[in-house]
């Protein structure tokens, strides 16, 4: 299957500082991505739709301005958590698939603690 | 979303036995279902899909079945094994893009 790599796995920021968490498709090209949020003991929730060349798609209640997404290759996408607060420490996971209307591979995840 | 996040339900069996696993869906429109299996700590593994125009299929010691009447989807899990214990999720789609996640259960399987 298709590789996901996401980095960093864990971040530990001050509140009021921006973290930048990367995810790339290692041996595909993804002219689409997606973010994901995933608290504890709870399911996945779809954060936007990042798209290469493009603006970021954003799930209704997801703030633009705070999760700075953006996708300038076809193989690395990059979601920015502007001035975090403890409210937004949670599991960030992205995944990217083969093509529409196909399934998703997932990273990793990134476990993101504010402080 | 067409999910909302709830506290996990729960399912626990003993190993050998056969696990049942169900979802409820939201959406009549969506099209193609995956079941994801994700351990503690890390990203969501893929393990079976289905789409539509089908109501069953198999894989390796898994079968996803889909009844569209009652938008109710299962995954069963033949001879479970304590590697089979994570959290498991259903995901639906009907934009051929995005996937929207159901509320998961926690499968613990008892050695």
């Known amino acids: 299957g298709a590789v996901v790599s996401q980095h960093p796995s864990w971040v530990i920021c001050k509140s009021g500082t921006s973290v930048k968490i990367e995810c790339r498709s290692l041996?595909?090209?993804?002219?689409?991505m997606f973010w994901y949020r995933q608290f504890p003991k709870q399911s996945l929730m779809l954060m936007a739709t990042s798209n290469e060349g493009s603006k970021a798609t954003y799930e209704q209640g997801v703030e633009k301005d705070k999760f700075l997404i953006n996708h300038a290759s076809l193989t690395l996408s990059t979601l920015t958590v502007t001035s975090a607060h403890p409210e937004d420490s949670s599991f960030y996971i992205c995944?990217?698939?083969?093509?529409?209307?196909?399934?998703?591979?997932f990273g990793s995840g990134t476990q993101l603690s504010v402080l | 979303g067409e999910s909302v996040g709830l506290h996990l339900p729960t399912l626990s069996v003993q190993e050998g036995d056969n696990s049942i696993i169900n979802c409820a869906y939201s959406?009549?429109?969506?099209?193609?279902f995956i079941w994801y299996k994700q351990e503690s700590g890390k990203g969501p593994q893929f393990i079976i899909d289905?789409?539509?125009?089908?109501d069953k299929r198999q894989g390796q010691r898994v079968t996803v079945l889909l009844n569209k009447t009652v938008k109710h989807l299962s995954l069963q899990i033949a001879a479970t094994q304590p590697g089979d214990s994570a959290v498991y999720f259903c995901?639906?789609?009907?934009?051929?893009?995005?996937?929207?996640f159901g509320t998961g259960t926690s499968l613990t399987v008892i050695p």
């Open positions: 959406n009549s429109a969506s099209d193609y």
């Open positions: 995901a639906e789609s009907y934009t051929g893009n995005q996937f929207y």
């Open positions: 995944s990217a698939s083969l093509g529409q209307d196909e399934k998703l591979f």
């Open positions: 289905i789409r539509s125009n089908m």
């Open positions: 041996d595909f090209q993804a002219t689409t």
